[in-house]
């Protein structure tokens, strides 16, 4: 989880910084011509697990590679399990393409909503309606004003007081006040995470329940309760109470981390990704112990429980280019002129829905 990572603690020295180093993406600084569009480093893939065709060969002949069993469990789609990690169970294809294209819409449009909050709230305050401003081309007008003076644009003086404003119509100089402004798209592009449920604070790293906040969307909570069934001891029904929706862009990764906030760890954390394939890299106890790395595509699940919640876990890549990124059958589905919107930010992004029972 964000925050968890410290450069104090994960030196360059450890076997998963190394891991992450190995797979981060790096330009290639050989052209010095600025007009050269600059180039990923090549990256050696042959040692990452691909459950898409573990997943593809199992189905043709019932063939496992070794350290990799299906779980006995009737499901929509196979559960694979590592033998040498009780608890982490990997679900390729577990979301269909309708599934995949509903979820990004609702991490753009509601999810970043207040009262959840962003990693814009710290700078901004809540922000509301932000995929529609970006949509509209919409300026983030800030008011210089401090905060007590007379104040004819604040929704609240005492610290964020902003409004959207058309790019055409915006002065800097709006009624004789000195204002900052910035474009709603570049405040989506820097979007990074939003919370649902029960708050997650990241500067005390715990739920903060006494924070307002909305219950996790019904809809949400029935998938994750789907999904985290695998993994539930017989009887029992997962709990969604909070979520964190991790926005990454090109050149973006999540360092090697705990997720140890929760109570009970018998319980999964359910993850879903979607958008541009991504590697995701699975530690062990300690952050020298060497990562096993593996793809992670639009529509897979990954649910962590038991000893695998006490496994360093990251994710230092995703692929945003045509050939790498995987995205083609979102392209097909969201090729109608309502969705060009969301397919322009999903081509060169990844997000990931993290459910968690917190109590
Ligand atoms: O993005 C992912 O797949 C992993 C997310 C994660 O590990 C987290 O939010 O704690």
Redesign the pocket.
């Known amino acids: 989880?964000?925050g968890s990572d410290s450069v104090n603690v994960d030196s360059e020295r450890t076997a998963f910084r190394r891991t992450e180093k190995k797979y981060k993406l790096y330009y290639d600084s050989n052209s010095k011509s600025s007009k050269k569009k600059k180039q990923p480093r090549p990256v050696d893939l042959s040692e990452v697990i691909d459950f898409k065709s573990i997943s593809e060969s199992f189905a043709r002949n019932d063939d496992l590679p070794a350290g990799v069993s299906k779980l006995e469990y009737h499901f929509d789609s196979p559960v694979f399990c590592l033998d040498n990690c009780p608890g982490f169970y990997f679900i390729p294809a577990a979301l269909s393409i309708e599934e995949q294209c509903k979820w990004i819409k609702e991490s753009l449009v509601s999810f970043p909503q207040p009262p959840n909050r962003t990693n814009h709230n710290a700078f901004h305050g809540a922000i509301h309606d932000l995929l529609n401003a970006a949509k509209t081309k919409q300026m983030l007008v800030k008011d210089k004003t401090e905060p007590g003076e007379d104040n004819t644009i604040a929704v609240d003086v005492n610290i964020h007081n902003h409004r959207w404003a058309c790019s055409e119509e915006f002065d800097s100089s709006v009624n004789g006040k000195s204002c900052e402004s910035i474009p709603a798209s570049v405040l989506l592009r820097k979007l990074r995470w939003s919370t649902l449920g029960l708050q997650f604070d990241w500067s005390k790293r715990s739920y903060n329940v006494s924070l307002p906040h909305n219950k996790i969307p019904d809809a949400l909570c029935q998938l994750a309760k789907r999904m985290a069934a695998p993994a539930m001891a017989v009887g029992e029904e997962f709990q969604p109470e909070a979520a964190?929706v991790?926005y990454?862009g090109s050149g973006d990764m999540?360092g090697g981390?705990l997720?140890d906030m929760e109570a009970d760890w018998s319980k999964p954390?359910v993850?879903m990704?979607l958008g541009c394939k991504?590697i995701?890299l699975l530690g062990g106890r300690s952050r020298n112990d060497e990562p096993l790395a593996m793809f992670?595509r639009s529509g897979d699940i990954?649910l962590m429980c038991g000893e695998a919640r006490e496994r360093f876990?990251?994710?230092p890549r995703i692929f945003t280019d045509m050939e790498n990124a995987e995205i083609g059958s979102l392209e097909k589905q969201m090729s109608a002129e309502d969705d060009i919107c969301y397919l322009e930010y999903i081509k060169t992004s990844?997000i990931?829905i993290?459910i968690r029972q917190v109590f």
């Open positions: 989880m964000y964190i991790n990454f999540l981390h997720d954390i993850s990704s991504a995701f992670l990954v876990h990251g994710v990844r990931n993290n």
